[in-house]
């Protein structure tokens, strides 16, 4: 079993939907948790960024950490085409240690 | 965020030779920078972890020798593929740790695509 799960996908949404992203795993020491958007061809951008379990919202994007459930999400509201791409989560134990990835879920968001 | 520079973006290169991919972090020094590799449609793969003035350490599966490693300045790490054959064909992506007290970040390069004929 890997440590982090995520969906593979395609997710194919339309445009406007609100799209769920999710990853689970298992090591409940994880602490500090990302959210990574890679489009095709080129290298990982960091989309959000959470400390713990909650939430936190920037745009159109919202992190959720439930650390009870070793379950995170990324919600994406009123998607655009130009969110296409693959979604990689990733977390970390804290200060000094390596982050661990998801597969990443590819994304298409469709006009 | 924080930008991660790589050189050059892409490269086709003869079997036999020497490619060399330079990680710049551009305003934060970095001590830690990794080297992912990731083939078509699949996730990050971790080569190895590059420290500032020491050796890099590799993950399992990764030979030193051909995938050489160096972290000169803060700013600074190259990996070097030594005598690329066509299976070194990837695209090879470097990041870079940004720490600020106890929170840090690791910012990815755009990425390099090696061709080998």
């Known amino acids: 079993q890997k440590e982090v799960e995520q969906d593979p996908g395609p997710l194919s949404v339309p445009e406007g939907a609100i799209v769920s992203l999710n990853c689970t795993y298992s090591n409940s020491a994880f602490q500090y948790f990302m959210w990574y958007r890679q489009y095709s061809r080129k290298g990982p951008e960091l989309l959000m960024y959470?400390?713990?379990?909650g939430n936190k919202e920037d745009g159109r994007f919202t992190a959720q950490v439930d650390k009870s459930s070793k379950y995170i999400s990324l919600f994406i509201r009123d998607s655009q085409p130009s969110d296409s791409a693959t979604y990689l989560c990733a977390m970390t134990l804290g200060a000094g240690n390596m982050l661990t990835f998801g597969g990443g879920t590819r994304l298409m968001v469709k006009p | 965020g924080a930008v991660v520079s790589q050189h050059p973006s892409r490269v086709i290169c003869k079997s036999g030779t020497s490619v060399k991919i330079e990680c710049r972090s551009l305003d934060f020094q970095a001590t830690t920078m990794f080297w992912y590799r990731q083939f078509p449609k699949q996730s990050l793969m971790l080569m190895a972890t590059s420290n500032e003035g020491s050796k890099a350490t590799y993950e399992q599966g990764v030979e030193k020798d051909k995938f050489l490693i160096n972290h000169a300045s803060l700013t600074l790490s190259t990996l070097t593929v030594t005598s690329a054959h066509p299976e070194d064909s990837s695209f090879y992506i470097c990041?870079?740790?940004?720490?600020?007290?106890?929170?840090?970040?690791?910012?990815f390069g755009p990425g390099t695509r090696l061709l080998v004929l």
């Open positions: 959470t400390y713990s379990s």
């Open positions: 990041s870079a740790r940004e720490s600020r007290g106890a929170q840090e970040t690791q910012y």
